[in-house]
């Protein structure tokens, strides 16, 4: 009935959406789902898990409490679980450390584990039209073996993809960055690349020149995180605004995020939408945490008083900077930085043995996945008509008032190869059965002891971004989507009751919440009414 492509936050909050929903509705029946992920197991910006960082956002905003706050699978049911609930409450924080929440994200992925196929990159999509109606009914999702290179597919008749943000590099880097990679890391990959450079091309001890470019919270979380970890070099961040910026989360501009705002961003037009999305970026793209820049800046001060000289300061950030030239040389690479708007033209040249990209995300990877999809879109000159959405705020607030699921009892086959034919060493695991959907669900009974987790060692590029990245590069509206997050193919397309979604690539049409956490937990369960609810069949 669904199959979801990815399998970070966006996911994790439907699949939890749905469970909340069997459970308190015994009587409906188990929808067959299947979720593919690339990562090899589950984690959520393991590049940015660094020792002292903190959420930005309240943890009463997790992946079900704003939906309902009696899901067993909130952060609160979480710590209980952990047996850490006490202590968690004498913190007196809203803010828990980042090591923490990604760890109960891990815990809400571990309920899904039977449903969930990781090693799993996605080579396309392709309709599948029904023989009698000529409608498409069915789409057939390809995907790759990460770890022996064996190709899969499996047939869904809804499709969420969610495959998060790819690394974004500014384009003059691009020549340099797969050629000399151990010199370039992205954001991304930061903390799980750094220990690795600090015992081969990096040592503590031995001086050298390392540069982060951007201007938001990871920029400046990098910055400061080089400084300590190496002492005898110099640290440069390099800023193309005019100044490093505070984020403004205050009350009532943390209302932008609410999720009562999404369906007046969707119903204003494109321009009106565009230049509120302009007027809110403040409040996340390109901004730093207020006290981290008193740090910085604090910092910055000490080390003037003991050295007046700038040319023999150890750390610098450079406002109103461009790279505008990049040349390989031995040991590093050498940067031609130019001072943005100078009259006189002011340069100047750097030679760095590691450049760390804070430059945010590309957001369009569904583009290329659904390629083969595109023929089912209207033409430029036949406008399509929006789909009728009734989701109310009342019907996401709990799940008794979601309407009952229809399910099949076992999936559509495959018409190429099936999860077990690509797989026969695991095929008891990873075929897709009705017993395999039915989520472990989250215990309510305190730990004795406290379970450890393996700490995560990819990267990721998945899902949607909680407040570190410095930018966020929106996807071009190519697959245009509804208030539901439902593409919108040309009528009579697409039979009713299937249809593909997306999450996570949609800030230009639904608001700047899109990309972020703040809004999970109710999309997740408007995602799972559009698909299961009124007008959709998974039969």
Known sequence: SLLTIGFGPASLAIAIALADHLSSSPSSPTPPVLFLEKQAKFNWHAGMQLAGTHMQI?????????????????????????????????????????????????????????????????????????????????????????????????????????????????????????????????SSQYATSIPGLSSTLLSPSAPQHLVVIGGGQSAAEIYVDLSVRFPSSRITLLVKDASLRPSDDSPFVNEIFDPDRVTPTYQLNAADRA????????????????????????????????????????????????????????????????????????????????????????????????????????????????????????????????????????????TTSTVAETAPAAAAAETITEAALVPSAPTTTPATTTETTTETTASSATESEVKITTEITSAPAVFPVGRDYKVQYAPGAVEEGSGIWLQGCNEKTHGLSDTLLSILAHRGGEVVQSIFGPGSSSK
């Open 58 to 186: 309240s943890f009463l905003k997790d992946l079900a409490t704003p939906r309902d706050p009696t899901s067993p699978f909130s952060f609160l049911n979480y710590l209980f679980t952990k047996g850490r609930l006490q202590k968690f409450i004498n913190l007196g924080t809203f803010l828990p450390a980042r090591r923490e929440y990604e760890d109960y994200m891990r815990w809400c992925a571990s309920h899904f584990h039977r449903s969930v196929r990781y090693g799993s990159e996605i080579t396309r999509v392709d309709a599948v039209h029904n023989e009698a109606t000529g409608k498409v009914d069915r789409f057939n999702v390809h995907w790759v073996d990460t770890a022996t290179g064996t190709p899969g597919s499996a047939v869904a008749k809804n499709v969420v993809v969610a495959t998060g943000g790819a690394p974004a590099v500014p384009e003059i880097f691009a020549p340099f960055v797969g050629g000399e990679g151990a010199r370039f890391i992205h």
């Open 275 to 414: 230049a509120k999305r302009e007027k809110d970026k403040g409040t996340n793209y390109g901004v730093v945490r207020l006290e981290l820049l008193e740090r910085i800046y604090s910092e910055l001060y000490a080390q003037e008083v003991d050295e007046p000289e700038e040319a023999n300061w150890r750390c610098r950030v450079r406002n109103s900077r461009t790279v505008v030239g990049v040349e390989k040389i031995e040991n590093g690479v050498k940067l031609e930085v130019a001072k943005t708007g100078a009259e006189n033209g002011e340069r100047e040249t750097l030679e760095a043995g590691l450049v760390v990209f804070a430059t945010g995300y590309r957001r369009d990877a569904h583009v290329r996945i659904l390629e083969g999809t595109r023929g089912l879109l209207a033409s430029e000159t036949e406008p399509v008509k929006s789909e009728a959405e009734t989701i109310t705020e009342a019907a996401l607030t709990s799940p008794t008032s979601a309407p009952p699921l229809a399910g099949e009892s076992t999936a559509e086959p495959s």
